[in-house]
C-alpha cells in the first residue's frame, strides 16, 4: 500500500481527501482481511489511500499510542521548533518498534506527496487534515467541542511532523523506498 502510495500520490490530485468507492474498499478489505491475495495496483490510489486509513484506525490504541496522547498534544504547545522537534524524538522513542518503522515509512509517503503539492494540491496541512485523524485519537469519548480542538492539535502536530521529517526521522526518509 505505502509503495503505491509513494508512487502515485504525488502526482494525484487530493489523495486522502477524496475517498475511494465504498462498495470496493468494503470489498478489498473483506479480502485482505481473509488473507486473499489481493493486487491494490489494479484499483484506484483513491481506494488504497482509502484502505490505509482504515488500516491506521484499527491500529489497538492508535499508531502515536494513545496512552501518550496527552504528550503528543502538548508538543505543539513548546517553545522553538527545535524544543518540539526534540519532545517528539523522545516521545518517539516510547513507541513499539513496529510503530516507529511504520511512522518512518508514513512520513517518506506524505514527505514526497508534500513535494509536489503544486501538483497534487496536497501541502502539509491539508495531508495532516486528511490524516491526523487516523494517527492518533483520544483514549475515552469526549464532547464534540474537545474532540474538534483535539482534531486541530493532532493536525497542527501532523502537519509539523511532516513538514520536519527529515530532522525528526533522518534524512534517509527521503529514499526508504529505493528507486521505484
Keep these: ?28 478489505k473483506e479480502k485482505l482481511d481473509s488473507g486473499a491475495e489481493v493486487d491494490l495496483a489494479c484499483e484506484s490510489i483513491f481506494v488504497t489511500a482509502s484502505l490505509f486509513k482504515d488500516f491506521l ?26 524544543e518540539k522537534i526534540k519532545s517528539i524524538q523522545r516521545l518517539i522513542e516510547q513507541l513499539p ?23 497534487n494540491q496536497m501541502n502539509a496541512f491539508n495531508l495532516a487534515i486528511c490524516i491526523a485523524p487516523s494517527l492518533l ?17 493532532i493536525s497542527s502536530l501532523v502537519q509539523f511532523l511532516t513538514e520536519n521529517c527529515c530532522r525528526i526521522f533522518g534524512e534517509e526518509i527521503t529514499s526508504l523506498f529505493g528507486e521505484i
Excluded at 502515485?8 to 468494503?26: M, N, Y
Excluded at 518498534?97 to 503544486?118: C, D, K, P, Q, T
Aim: net charge negative.
Design 97 to 119: 518498534r513496529a510503530n516507529v518503522v511504520l511512522l518512518r515509512y508514513i512520513f517518506g509517503v506524505l514527505h514526497g506527496i508534500e513535494m509536489r503539492s503544486e501538483e
Design 57 to 82: 484506525r484499527n491500529i489497538p490504541g492508535s499508531i502515536l499510542s494513545s496512552q501518550l496522547c496527552d504528550k503528543w498534544v502538548s508538543v505543539m504547545d513548546q517553545g522553538n521548533n527545535e
Design 137 to 153: 485519537w483520544p483514549p475515552a469519548s469526549s464532547t464534540p467541542d474537545i474532540e474538534s480542538e483535539f482534531t486541530k492539535k
Design 1 to 28: 500500500m505505502l509503495s503505491l502510495l509513494y508512487q502515485e500520490g504525488p502526482s494525484t490530485e487530493g489523495i486522502f481527501r477524496r475517498s475511494g468507492s465504498a462498495k470496493t474498499c468494503k470489498e478489498l
